[in-house]
């Protein structure tokens, strides 16, 4: 999660500084406010990129741990039923 949390960071640090360097700029208003708004929506589409990217990592995550429960729970059922075959063998 930290690293979704450095991506977020860095982004909203560009997008700042973009701002920042529009605001600053000579142009006229009616020009200023149509590169900022260019840039918001460039800001927008990348942080949506990041999100959808993040959240394909964790399903993937997700997924790994999901089917190494399984296994694991499959491998104790196992076990639990040879040893219940070795105590009956050892016992009848």
């Known amino acids: 999660m930290s690293s979704g949390k450095v991506i977020l960071g860095v ?3 560009v997008a700042a500084g973009a701002l920042l360097g ?3 700029a000579p ?8 590169k900022m708004s260019k840039k918001g929506e ?5 942080a949506k990129e990041k999100f959808d ?9 997700l997924e790994e741990v999901k089917e190494e429960v399984t296994d694991f729970t499959e ?7 040879k040893a219940k075959k070795d105590a009956e063998a050892a016992t009848g």
């Open 22 to 24: 529009i605001l600053f």
């Open 11 to 13: 982004l909203a640090g």
């Open 53 to 61: 990217e993040f959240l394909n990592d964790i399903s993937e995550k």
């Open 75 to 81: 491998k104790g059922k196992d076990g639990t039923q």
């Open 27 to 34: 142009d006229k208003g009616k020009v200023t406010r149509k």
């Open 42 to 46: 460039d800001f927008l589409e990348t």
